[in-house]
């Protein structure tokens, strides 16, 4: 029998383990560093408190789960917020940039290389962010977090169709606008 401490260990570990590529995902979708961080912790503590006792093999792909389902709350708050300040006449605030993505990374020796990898990054994310939400979660899902169609349909309560749809637009959206600005 598994102790509490191992299995606080494992869940430790698996958190730790996606919590940077699911916040890059959340923030891929909003846009926003605040809003994409409270939605990661928000999935996060639904996850521990609803399914940490479930099978390890299953974790990735509940979390997912959860994690989309805030992202799509997100959304429809965010609807309803424009809504009402349109109606009240006031613009609705934009969230300023995290200080911390302006400090130069240290560990890169070569500024010619970080230059030229932050470009391309940049594009990237600029891409990524450019196509619509379904076709966003569909490639993330599969490609950064290697998840197969079935889970990935699983995650994004469509079908199996659906995602060989929204993955396929998406990269072909992708490889269009990548090969453009490398052309």
Known sequence: MESTLDS???????????ERRAFQMAKFATGHYDDALDLVQEAMLRFVRHYSGRPRNEWNVLFYRILRSRITDWYRRAFVRR????????????????????????????????????????????????????????????????MDVKQTAFVMKCSEGSVKTHYSRAVHTLRGLLEGTYS
């Open 8 to 18: 606080r260990e494992r869940l430790n570990r698996f958190l730790t383990e996606v």
């Open 83 to 146: 809504k009402i300040l349109a109606w009240l006449g006031r613009p609705e605030n934009e969230n300023p940039e995290d200080p911390l993505e302006s400090l130069p990374d240290t560990g890169n020796l070569n500024p010619s290389e970080h230059v030229l990898g932050q470009e391309e990054r940049g594009y990237l994310e600029k891409a990524i962010r450019g196509l619509p939400l379904r076709q966003q979660q569909a490639f993330l899902l599969r490609a950064w977090e290697g």
